[in-house]
T-cell receptor, first 115, second 112 residues
């Protein structure tokens, strides 16, 4: 198993454009999380899936953000009409519901720059 | 609301100079406390999970401990390759949410 993968690693876009990121979790993991991280801050929760069901979204998440996880495998995060404030590292993590063990394993992230 | 405060924000050590990082937390029942290492431009790397007060875990030069209010990450005889940001996160036991709350991290630089 190669761990969590994310694509692309870097994305530069112009304000107002739509962007989509992909995350492939560790194969046996049933939970998948999206986070946003800016410089000097810890990861900020965006949304979370258990299998294909989106169970929770951050109250701070704009309607411009949408995420899917078809068939409970890979996930996509789309940002519509990007703004300069969307510039950040977008992290994906996965975990396995296994008794009391809830640690998350992160991917390398997608660095978004909105110009 | 769950809160995690990490201190110091930044720490500079000489190689071999042992020290500790602190993670203070407020949570309504602790399901787990997690430590991660993050290198610049990369995703966090899982280090430890601690579940209950008194628990300790070790990995190479790192040792994590847990009390009812805080956790420490002890670094013994650090090397330059230990330079990174160390993140602490807590997961509450109440409700069905599995969303951890992260601190802002401690940036560690170890000089040769």
């Amino acid at each position: 198993d190669t761990g969590v993968s994310q694509d692309p690693r870097h994305k530069i876009t112009k304000r107002g454009q739509n962007v989509t990121f992909r995350c492939d979790p560790i194969s046996e993991h049933n939970r998948l999380y999206w986070y946003r991280q800016t410089l000097g801050q810890g990861p900020e929760f965006l949304t979370y899936f258990q299998n294909e069901a989106q169970l929770e979204k951050s109250r701070l998440l704009s309607d411009r953000f949408s995420a899917e996880r078809p068939k409970g495998s890979f996930s996509t995060l789309e940002i519509q009409r990007t703004e300069q404030g969307d510039s950040a590292m977008y992290l994906c993590a996965s975990s396995l519901d296994r008794g009391r063990s809830y640690e998350q394993y992160f991917g390398p992230g997608t660095r978004l720059t909105v110009t | 609301e769950d809160q995690v405060t990490q201190s110091p924000e930044a720490l500079r050590l000489q190689e071999g100079e042992s020290s500790s990082l602190n993670c203070s937390y407020t949570v309504s029942g602790l399901r787990g406390l997690f430590w991660y290492r993050q290198d610049p431009g990369k995703g966090p790397e899982f280090l430890f999970t601690l579940y209950s007060a008194g628990e300790e875990k070790e990995k190479e030069r790192l040792k994590a401990t847990l009390t009812k209010k805080e956790s420490f990450l002890h670094i013994t005889a650090p090397k330059p390759e230990d330079s990174a940001t160390y993140l602490c996160a807590v997961q509450a036991a109440s409700g069905g949410s599995y969303i951890p709350t992260f601190g802002r991290g401690t940036s560690l630089i170890v000089h040769p």
